[in-house]
């Protein structure tokens, strides 16, 4: 199956410093890459949608200027949560999706846990 | 707005069956996921619904009727592993995924 990489799997920072977030699809292009946010015992919440090459469209209450995302290739995107802050503490998911239908399977990242102190 | 309910816990027995529900209202409807969870690690891919009746994909088997906004995943013969969070997910008009909270199942030997 499809396989799609996180790196870091987990990252204690600083409050105010910017932490970096990449994701890969290894062994397929990802024309489509989604950016989720899960805490603790709640379901996972769609922060934004990137497609290669263009900006991505980020969900109602989702600050894009904290929340950087860049998806530069069909293999990688990268999440920078920008001066962060205790309350950003979180799992943070990625998933992608090959071809051009919606209704192709996402494939999910294993998650980056960051810790803000 | 649009919702997906399903149980926050559910309990059950090492080698029994368990049957988990999702009811879901949305803006449309393109076919309804069930995804495994176990504790911090992402989601994993277990069955898509989009036509009325029951998959089945060995231990597992999931149901949907669309006209009563309707789910069920099946867990057969259940074995300690099974133990984790099921996510009900609908694809909506807009392609969007919408997640329920999950469902923890803790099974007991």
């Known amino acids: 199956g499809a396989v799609v990489s996180q790196h870091p799997s987990w990252v204690i920072c600083k409050s105010g410093t910017s932490v970096k977030i990449e994701c890969r699809s290894l062994d397929f292009q990802a024309t489509t890459m989604f950016w989720y946010r899960q805490f603790p015992k709640q379901s996972l919440m769609l922060m934004a949608t990137s497609n290669e090459g263009s900006k991505a469209t980020y969900e109602q209450g989702v600050e894009k200027d904290k929340f950087l995302i860049n998806h530069a290739s069909l293999t990688l995107s990268t999440l920078t949560v920008t001066s962060a802050h205790p309350e950003d503490s979180s799992f943070y998911i990625c998933?992608?999706?090959?071809?051009?239908?919606?209704?192709?399977?996402?494939?999910f990242g294993p998650g980056t846990r960051l810790t803000v102190l | 707005g649009q919702n997906i309910d399903q149980p926050t816990e559910m309990t059950a027995t090492e080698g029994a069956i368990v049957q988990i529900n999702c009811t879901y209202q949305t803006s449309g409807f393109n076919g309804l996921f069930w995804y495994q969870q176990h504790a911090g690690e992402a989601p994993t891919f277990l069955s898509y619904?989009?036509l009325d009746g029951l998959e089945e994909k060995g231990r597992f088997s999931s149901f949907l009727s669309r006209s009563k906004g309707y789910s069920y995943l099946l867990l057969k013969e259940l074995q300690m592993k099974d133990s984790a969070s099921y996510l009900c997910?609908?694809?909506?008009?807009?392609?969007?995924?919408?997640w329920g909270a999950g469902t923890k199942l803790i099974i007991k030997p």
């Open positions: 997910a609908v694809m909506d008009s807009n392609y969007q995924l919408i």
């Open positions: 619904n989009v």
């Open positions: 998933s992608a999706r090959s071809g051009t239908s919606e209704l192709n399977e996402q494939f």
